[in-house]
């Protein structure tokens, strides 16, 4: 019997990898070759997305990445997370839309914004 594998599960181990700095890795383990990306910063490909991931880990080793919510339903998969990018950095809410084709990764959507100091809801972004 072959274990079952949770997209939830693929979803996470993908982004705390990237953050670790495997990316070659966390790509050839969880995502699709046809993937296609949303952010704005970089051109919608794999290979694009890929190489940004491996610099922003140069340029930023040592990420805070703390997973808060995972939800998922069907092929989908939402990560709602804290990132702070380096020590002494902003506190960023972060939340990753993920969609996927059997087991991997085909389609990916970011959004982040800097949690400010000063709150004025009591509730907080988690």
């Keep these: 019997m072959f274990p079952v594998i949770e997209i939830r599960d693929?979803?996470?181990?993908?982004?705390k990898m990237v953050v670790q700095g495997q990316v070659d890795e966390a790509f050839e383990e969880c995502v699709a070759e046809n993937f296609t990306h949303h952010n704005f910063y970089f051109k919608g490909d794999r290979e694009s997305?890929?190489?940004?991931?491996k610099e922003n880990h140069r340029e930023q080793p040592h990420k805070v990445f703390e997973v808060k919510h995972v939800i998922d339903q069907h092929h989908m998969v939402a990560v709602h997370s804290l990132l702070i990018p380096f020590p002494g950095?902003?506190?960023m809410a972060t939340a990753h839309i993920l969609r996927?084709?059997?087991d991997r990764i085909a389609e990916m959507w970011d959004l982040s914004h800097v949690i400010p100091e000063e709150k004025i809801?009591?509730?907080?972004a988690f």
């Design 10 to 15: 693929v979803a996470v181990k993908f982004l």
């Design 49 to 53: 997305l890929l190489q940004a991931m």
């Design 89 to 91: 950095g902003p506190r």
């Design 100 to 102: 996927f084709e059997h």
């Design 121 to 124: 809801n009591e509730h907080g």
